[in-house]
């Protein structure tokens, strides 16, 4: 069984984070983002550590960590591809997306590759329905307007640790601004 512990370091960063609250409970989501950050994800045993840390009841860590699709509660692959399933994707082909993925990866939503470079998840709103189908990537890049031809690149990329470069889209007011240039 894996054991796990922040450094004297991460420690000192932690007590940085509660000093600037009036009490530790609006620590946990940044600490909980340490502890994933550090192990990858937080499983039980990395939630009961952030609650021991924190002083703080292993049900409150456990809520707040249950409650976010964000926080991983177990081991993922390298790169989690989170695909937007809300309506608005659903609408624009999410699903399609999703399962070409899947078929592409050969796992479901829910799994990871067994050389543990992918994970699949089919996720609640992204926030970018005017660019769907879309996925993120690791809780960070944002990949919008899914074709099939984009994901392959994406996915041949991240095999190679590159990651897609950040796509600027223009909001609608500013489209004939982004046109002119």
């Not at 932690?14 to 909980?32: G, R």
């Not at 039980?44 to 550590?49: C, E, S, T």
């Not at 699949?120 to 690791?138: H, K, W």
């Not at 996915?155 to 002119?180: G, M, S, T, Y």
Request: charged residues 25%; proline residues 6%; hydrophobic residues 35%.
């Amino acid at each position: 069984m894996e054991k796990f512990e922040f450094t004297k370091e991460e420690l000192a960063v932690i007590d940085e984070i509660i000093a600037k609250y009036p009490n530790p409970q609006p620590a946990v989501m940044p600490v909980l983002w340490m502890a994933q950050d550090k192990f990858g994800h937080v499983e039980p045993d990395v939630q009961k550590l952030v609650a021991n840390t924190l002083g703080l009841p292993e049900s409150h860590v456990h809520g707040v960590a249950t409650f976010y699709t964000q926080y991983y509660k177990e081991r993922k692959g390298k790169y989690v591809l989170d695909v937007c399933t809300s309506f608005s994707c659903q609408a624009c082909g999410a699903y399609d997306t999703l399962h070409y993925i899947e078929d592409k990866l050969g796992i479901k939503a829910g799994d990871t590759t067994e050389d543990g470079m992918f994970s699949i998840q089919s996720v609640e709103c992204l926030g970018a329905c005017g660019y769907a189908p879309m996925m993120q990537i690791t809780n960070d890049i944002y990949v919008n307007h899914l074709t099939k031809e984009k994901i392959d690149t994406v996915i041949e990329d991240l095999k190679k640790d590159k990651l897609p470069e950040f796509e600027p889209i223009p909001l609608v007011q500013n489209r004939e601004i982004a046109q002119e240039k």
